[in-house]
């Protein structure tokens, strides 16, 4: 009945099921109708949830990634393993929480020669090309192409990593990783290898530095305030009221654009001055102190981070025109996530680390036309852990045996797995510097978080149903004792589970 060479539509028309089923690995001339999708893996750093429209920012400008998401899944609970940079970056590359891939803090090195999802890609056939932050120290592996930012990356006029030296880009860091992703899709002409292109944006991380094309945006404007900006920490342990990481007092000039413009063409300064110059102006004559100082800082915060989400939305935007003006939006699965969340002005912060809901939640989005039912949203618990054995099982490449993560199909088809999850498993190492937040660990539930402080010998608790913005610390509750007695069992239980023994 089938010849070697499917027809895409009668690809298409196959259940996710029946073309796992079948997904032996494909030679690397893979032709026409191979059944296993081009995949778009786009990473974000430091996005909130809670900074995108589709999951009810009234303000973020996010309206591709809107589409993207009324046109495929988007999860409403996902969330990392251990809330910084590197360590989630590792978790997704590998599929096992930080104490397995070693990196638990920004200054691990990861060991490249573990399994990651990328390895396996390419193995199994795939044209694999990476642009962006990486951020692991490491070079990047199982990728064909690769042309990276040292560390953090710089948002103006960025300098890359590659495998043949270091280059510098003119121009703004999202729209060059743009421009690399498209002129490598474009340099692949009529290849039908499949690919993975991992498009992985600086942006929207500290120090929110707008694009030029997003100056502009919600100047004149006043964010709305979350109402917890103003959080006193009553109820909680005394790590919260330690931090440095207040919107108060710990943001820099540099932060805050108090300075010299980070831009360097004559028009691009031109559109930084006039965003910054009169606000700056107004406040060095009439200096702020107190609660009015400290929300002065959060609009100046909270407009240069979505602005720059903005940025990363134009992004989205270009790659999925491309995709669509090149035929290839039915047979390519696109993914956009972030690594952690962020605390955009929540009990008074930025930055992320801590297992409070902002930091612990990220976006995740997926779309494959014709796969994925569009405009669905799940509710179960998924995490950082599960995209590697996602993106192996869809490549139908072989899953690194340690995997601790799940495979995301199931979801992505509409079917309800069985024994899904009903608890994660959290760990934040990084101490004392740069924010001096406690290290701790926790099980969150779809009901309720609980949280050690192994250094104060302290515990959190909280009610995410009747208390969602975790305001009321619940550990030393009497009429808790029962929550907190489950939580405690399922937290030693996903510690045995996963191998790893803090007390
Ligand atoms: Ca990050």
Not at 4 to 21: D, E, H, K, M
Not at 184 to 204: D, N
Not at 354 to 364: D, V
Not at 409 to 438: K, M, Q
Request: proline fraction near 7%; charged fraction near 25%.
């Amino acid at each position: 009945m089938m010849s070697g060479v499917q027809s895409p539509t009668f690809a298409l028309a196959l259940s996710l099921s029946a073309l796992l089923a079948c997904a032996a690995p494909a030679p690397r001339d893979a032709r026409v109708g191979n059944p296993r999708p081009n995949i778009v893996f786009v990473l974000a750093d430091d996005h909130a949830a809670q900074a995108l429209g589709c999951y009810g920012s009234p303000v973020a400008h996010t309206p591709n990634l809107d589409r993207l998401a009324r046109e495929g899944v988007r999860f409403e609970r996902a969330f990392c393993g251990n809330a910084i940079c590197a360590p989630s970056r590792a978790s997704i590359l590998t599929g096992v929480h930080s104490h397995v891939h070693g990196v638990i803090d920004n200054a691990a090195t990861f060991d490249g020669s573990q399994p990651t999802f990328p390895q396996a890609l390419d193995r199994a056939g795939y044209d694999t090309a990476l642009f962006g932050k990486w951020h692991l120290k490491s070079a990047p592996t199982g990728f064909d192409t690769w042309q990276v930012f040292p560390d953090q990356g710089e948002y103006y006029d960025p300098t890359f990593d590659t495998p043949q030296g270091k280059v510098q880009v003119r121009g703004y860091a999202t729209e060059v990783l743009t421009d690399l992703a498209l002129e490598w899709l474009e340099a692949r002409g009529t290849s039908q290898q499949p690919f993975l292109l991992c498009v992985q944006h600086k942006a929207p991380h500290r120090s929110w530095e707008p694009g030029p094309r997003e100056l502009a945006l919600y100047r004149g404007e006043r964010v709305p305030k979350p109402e917890t900006l103003f959080d006193d920490y009553a109820s909680r342990s005394s790590a919260a009221g330690e931090q440095q990481m207040s919107i108060a007092r710990h943001l820099t000039e540099f932060d805050l654009k108090l300075g010299p413009p980070r831009p360097k063409t004559e028009q691009d300064i031109a559109a930084w001055r006039a965003t910054y110059d009169a606000e700056n102006a107004t406040l060095r004559e009439h200096p702020l102190s107190g609660d009015e100082r400290t929300s002065w800082n959060y609009q100046r915060y909270i407009k240069d981070y979505l602005r720059c989400v903005a940025g990363v939305d134009a992004s989205v935007g270009r790659i999925m025109e491309w995709l669509e003006q090149h035929g290839l939006a039915e047979s390519t699965l696109v993914v956009y996530m972030s690594d952690q969340g962020f605390f955009l002005g929540e009990h008074g912060w930025y930055d992320k680390r801590w297992m409070y809901e902002e930091a612990l939640r990220l976006p995740l989005i997926a779309r494959w036309k014709g796969v994925i039912e569009p405009g669905r949203v799940d509710q179960h618990l998924v995490q950082t852990i599960d995209i590697a054995p996602t993106l192996c099982e869809l490549a139908g490449a072989a899953c690194d045996a340690r995997t601790q993560g799940a495979s995301l199909v199931p979801l992505l088809e509409g079917r309800e797995p069985r024994d899904w999850r009903s608890s994660l498993y959290y760990r934040y190492y990084e101490w004392p510097e740069p924010h001096h937040v406690e290290p701790h660990f926790g099980v969150r539930t779809q009901r309720a978080k609980l949280m050690r402080f192994p250094r104060l010998d302290a515990w959190e608790l909280y009610d995410l149903e009747r208390d969602p913005r975790e305001l009321r610390n619940l550990a030393a509750r009497p009429e808790a004792a029962g929550l907190r007695a489950e939580l405690e069992g399922e937290l030693h239980r996903l510690q045995a589970q996963f191998g790893d023994a803090p007390r």
